[in-house]
């Protein structure tokens, strides 16, 4: 079956290194997401992508960067891990075309930084 | 910019009441509309979404939930409650222009308790 895996489920690190959330997803989907959930805040989008080679910034963009080299997978990048990115963080995946389809998300990957 | 209001940050249900959850958008034309569940320690399913056509909505699990352009409302709704229906409720919306592909915009959420 088709599915979207994320990896690490859970991560500790330390301020200021750097950290890779990966997502993989088989379903084919030409969009993927990244979003962070806070407590009180819901999920945000942090990054998206209509393809290969294709990125754009969501509403928390900063401190964060992907890149999509397949369509199978899109890597997160921290660049410098701060303790504010302590969250849980969810891909998801949608085909295109049509006039909307559904994202189906990960599992989440749980990022505390110290 | 669209945004998502979830009034009740936590709400206490008897189980076998029944339940009603708030959700208010802002957006400048009718989205597209999205009531997500998560329980503890899991991932987002999606209950049921809304496009277009009839206003009630059905949905998994016995859920559904009720478009109201007047007061740009998206309540979901459930006739009675079971003890696995405690989680966290997200309502979401998506840009009709966007056909999705740029994301979702969460509300906050509503976390629910089943009291036996």
């Known amino acids: 079956d088709a599915e979207i895996t994320q990896s690490p489920r859970h991560k500790i690190t330390e301020t200021g290194r750097q950290v890779t959330l990966a997502c993989h997803q088989t379903?084919?989907?030409?969009?993927m997401f990244w979003y962070r959930q806070d407590l009180g805040h819901g999920l945000r989008l942090i990054h998206y992508?209509?393809?290969?080679?294709?990125?754009n910034k969501g509403e928390v963009s900063d401190g964060y960067s992907v890149s999509r080299s397949n369509t199978e997978d899109l890597p997160l990048t921290l660049e410098s891990a701060a303790s504010s990115q302590t969250s849980v963080y969810f891909c998801?995946?949608?085909?295109?075309?049509?006039?909307?389809?559904?994202?189906?998300f990960g599992p989440g990957t749980r990022l505390t930084v110290l | 910019a669209q945004s998502v209001t979830q009034p009740d940050i936590h709400i206490t249900v008897s189980e076998g009441a029944s339940l009603e959850l708030r959700c208010n958008y802002s957006?400048?034309?009718?989205?597209?509309l999205f009531w997500y569940v998560q329980s503890p320690g899991q991932g987002l399913q999606l209950l049921l979404k809304?496009?277009?056509?009839?206003?009630l909505v059905q949905g998994i699990k016995g859920f559904e939930a009720e478009f109201k352009r007047s007061q740009s409302s998206f309540n979901l709704r459930k006739p009675s409650v079971h003890w696995s229906d405690a989680a966290e409720y997200f309502c979401?919306?998506?840009?009709?222009?966007?056909?999705?592909?740029?994301?979702?915009?969460f509300g906050k959420g509503t976390h629910l308790i089943i009291q036996p």
């Open positions: 998801a995946s949608t085909s295109s075309g049509g006039h909307y389809n559904e994202q189906f």
């Open positions: 379903w084919n989907h030409n969009n």
């Open positions: 992508s209509y393809g290969v080679h294709d990125t």
């Open positions: 957006y400048g034309a009718t989205p597209y």
């Open positions: 809304y496009f277009s056509g009839d206003t």
């Open positions: 979401a919306v998506a840009s009709r222009s966007g056909g999705g592909a740029d994301g979702l915009t």
